[in-house]
């Protein structure tokens, strides 16, 4: 396992900005705390993902809205083999083999063995598994756990790692490929671009700015003053409460439409193909 610690210098709220293209960041908002705290690792000893857990940089600076605490994560190195005319590349989003995609987890050697798993399937080029046989195994991966004061916010870019908040923080930004977001606390302002990834907010206070293409969005608790809300294939769901005020914007081409106690709102839903209704 390689682990690294960081602590920012400065006392008290701040905002947070995440970049890291694979695995997993959780925010945990701790009120005892009076400087945020990070915590970059790996299961791997060696290799490319304990390097990219040891050059990562957290450096923090002064923003026009106040002091920001970058955590960059750098891209994790691929690696290539070439064995009998095939080209294995080893990324951390999967492996592509003479013109075919694997799942990451896979490992090859220049003398053609190839292991899935920690198990060998292939060995000089030659199945060695039987017929059928089921191999698998978790692939290295890499792990943000940031601990904040109260009234952070927080910023994930990403290609692929997703996002859990636990606690109640100003705000949330995402802008990512995939990778699940699950906030678990209140959130004042919430503005996520993805392409695929899904979004369950527990409580949103104030504003929700939300576009996908297929991830779904479902604010259980929804209180703010502005919502809007666009997916091509995704699915919106928003519970609205009595505190919530204005104008309420969702739509999707394909995915449904719901919302929930939002009739004293401006409600502008819709979908082309799926159904938009409010009970």
Request: proline share 3%.
């Amino acid at each position: 396992m390689t682990i690294r610690d960081f602590w920012a210098p400065s006392p008290g709220p701040l905002v947070v900005h995440v970049t890291s293209p694979v695995g997993k960041v959780k925010a945990i908002v701790d009120s005892r705390l009076r400087h945020a705290q990070v915590t970059v690792e790996t299961g791997e000893d060696s290799g490319r993902f304990a390097e990219a857990v040891n050059d990562t940089e957290v450096t923090e600076e002064q923003v026009n809205y106040g002091r920001r605490l970058r955590v960059t994560v750098p891209e994790v190195r691929p690696v290539t083999h070439r064995h009998a005319g095939a080209t294995y590349n080893f990324g951390e989003n999967g492996t592509f083999v003479g013109g075919m995609t694997f799942g990451s987890g896979i490992q090859a050697t220049s003398e053609g063995d190839v292991f899935i798993g920690g198990r060998k399937v292939v060995q000089d080029g030659r199945v060695v598994v039987d017929k059928g046989t089921v191999v698998g195994g978790p692939a290295a991966t890499i792990t943000v756990t940031v601990r904040l004061p109260r009234e952070c916010a927080v910023l994930l870019s990403s290609t692929s790692a997703g996002l859990e908040v636990v606690g109640d923080v100003a705000a949330v930004g995402v802008t990512s490929v995939s990778g699940a977001i699950e906030l678990g606390g209140a959130v004042g302002w919430l503005t996520v671009n993805t392409v695929s990834g899904n979004v369950v907010a527990e409580r949103v206070d104030r504003n929700v700015s939300h576009t996908s293409v297929s991830g779904s969005l479902e604010v259980l608790a929804y209180s703010g003053e502005a919502f809007e809300s666009a997916s091509t294939g995704g699915t919106i769901r928003v519970t609205a409460t009595p505190a919530s005020t204005g104008v309420l914007r969702a739509n999707s081409v394909s995915g449904d439409v719901v919302t929930t106690g939002a009739g004293h709102l401006d409600l502008r839903t819709s979908s082309m193909t799926g159904r938009a209704r409010n009970h």
